[in-house]
């Protein structure tokens, strides 16, 4: 029985476990809910857990660790067809052999593969089935306890809550080793790349061209390594997404939550929030093959050097993807705004207008810029946009009109195809991710210190 079939059996034996709970609560005291130390309903999640959580762990635990073991031993049980074998043939026996298992094509397998796949169904068969039975087993096993254990003055409350306190602390533990593992695998391979390249050269250095050689065979550069480049066309690309997603975007909010009506909200508020739904390879398309050419062609009719490829048109429609970020997200801070600081404005004899930027925009600041933020974290993570309309070249300029490279593109580019992370074109790509890391760090410890000065004042 696979993983999924059992699990889904095992929500549906938990499900008919909450019902007995519950049922045999009210049965002991004869209907009478006073009687009961908690409310039926707890009676019912005691069982349900009983039932479905330890047999949901093993299902879990089993199906994350059973590939491993058992490829360890199909290898044990063929030490003839894995002897002398290196990392790549081992690995690529092993891939054969799992093929074979699944039921796809492997040309002219040899022997050893068919042995070991064979093997390997066996195995997976027997984990299969020893899975199903512990699992179901478990599952009675907690149903039949929670059970014996209802009685009216059992306290159902208190475990039932105990577990799901475990689930959130389970559940923030996991968000939070995730983070840790993502800084420590990055200090990690940064310190690896900075062990070959100086820090300065990464951090102060004009030139950024990764090109070295990873194999003996292969001829390439000695490489530079200098990220100024690559932040200043992020930057570069990611001012001109701002100036077109903030004002469009704020300006739109602020029509939708103070002057337009409820039958134009309807149809505007949606047809903004589209965009947000359209894939990025479409804007990179529409940026590159519409876009592009549009701004080249005015560039050269005013007598400008306009690159086929060009910030601009990479910030435009990066510019036009964000606008629903910033209005949708305002709409709703303004919109949340009380209304009783807009009728002690319009007491006093503001106008609409000056109510509008003189309280309404001011109390609603703190979500505005955190809309802002967003939108700039958004840009700065974009790549398909840059790769289609901007280019992959390391220019540092600040002409819009010429070809430029983000942080995001460069790690994506580097980490593409043969890669050997003992050669520093492939570290640096963890280099530029911790670089990217710190840099918004700092922006969300900016943001925070706006929110809390603005939020005291307007609280």
């Known amino acids: ?9 095992i929500v549906v034996l938990a499900a008919a476990a909450f019902w007995l709970g519950r049922n045999k609560a009210l049965g002991a005291v004869g209907g009478n809910l006073r009687d009961l130390h908690s409310l039926p309903g707890y009676y019912g999640y005691f069982s349900a857990i009983w039932c479905g959580l330890p047999a949901l762990l093993i299902v879990v635990a089993w199906s994350a660790l059973d590939g491993t073991i058992i490829e360890t031993m199909v290898l044990a049980g063929l030490p003839t067809a894995a002897d002398g074998l290196s990392d790549g043939e081992l690995s690529l026996f ?6 074979l298992v699944t039921g796809n094509i492997v040309a002219n397998p040899s022997a050893e593969v068919v042995a070991a796949a064979n093997h390997y169904r066996h195995l997976q068969s027997l984990s299969d089935w020893g899975m199903t039975v512990i699992a179901l087993g478990l599952a009675i096993a907690g149903l039949a306890y929670a059970r014996r254990a209802i009685v009216p003055n059992l306290r159902s409350r208190e475990s039932v809550e105990k577990v799901v306190l475990m689930v959130m602390i389970g559940a923030s ?4 080793l995730t983070t840790i593992g993502i ?4 200090l990690f391979e940064s ?32 490489g530079a390594f200098g990220a100024v480049p690559v932040f200043a066309g992020t930057i570069l690309i990611t001012v001109i997404a701002m100036l077109v997603a903030v004002p469009i975007g704020l300006l739109s909010a602020i029509y939708l939550s103070e002057y337009a009506g409820p039958k134009v909200r309807a149809f505007a508020k949606p047809g903004l929030e589209i965009l947000a739904g359209i894939p990025t390879v479409v804007y990179g398309f529409f940026a590159a093959l519409t876009i592009a050419p549009l701004i080249r062609g005015w560039g050269e009719g005013l007598g400008l050097d306009v690159s086929s490829e060009s910030a601009l048109a990479a910030g435009l429609v990066m510019g036009l993807m964000i ?4 209005s949708s997200l305002s709409d709703d801070v303004i919109s949340a705004v009380p209304g009783a600081l807009r009728d002690g404005s319009y007491a006093l004899g503001s106008t609409k207008s000056e109510t509008i930027t003189r309280v309404v925009l001011p109390a609603a600041l703190p979500g505005i810029f955190g809309a802002v933020l967003l939108a700039v974290s958004r840009a700065i993570g974009e790549t398909m946009i840059v790769v289609m309309a901007a280019g992959l070249a390391a220019n540092l300029t600040a002409n819009p009109f010429q070809a430029v490279t983000t942080v995001t593109v460069q790690i994506a580019t580097i980490l593409v195809g043969d890669q050997e992370f003992d050669s520093p074109k492939t570290l640096s790509a963890f280099a530029l991710g911790l670089l990217l890391f710190i840099v918004t760090l700092m922006l969300n410890v900016v943001a925070l210190m706006v929110v809390r000065k603005y939020r005291e004042k307007y609280d």
Do not use: E, K, Y
Request: charged share 5%.
């Open 1 to 9: 029985m696979s993983g999924l079939f059992l699990s889904i059996l």
């Open 183 to 186: 800084v420590m695998s990055l």
């Open 191 to 222: 310190h690896r790349f900075f062990q070959q390249v100086p820090v300065g050269d990464f951090l102060f250095g004009l030139q950024w061209s990764p090109q070295t050689a990873i194999r003996a065979d292969q001829v390439g550069s000695s």
């Open 323 to 326: 606008i629903p970020f910033v």
């Open 94 to 99: 092993i891939t054969n052999v799992q093929n």
């Open 173 to 176: 533990a996991v968000a939070i």
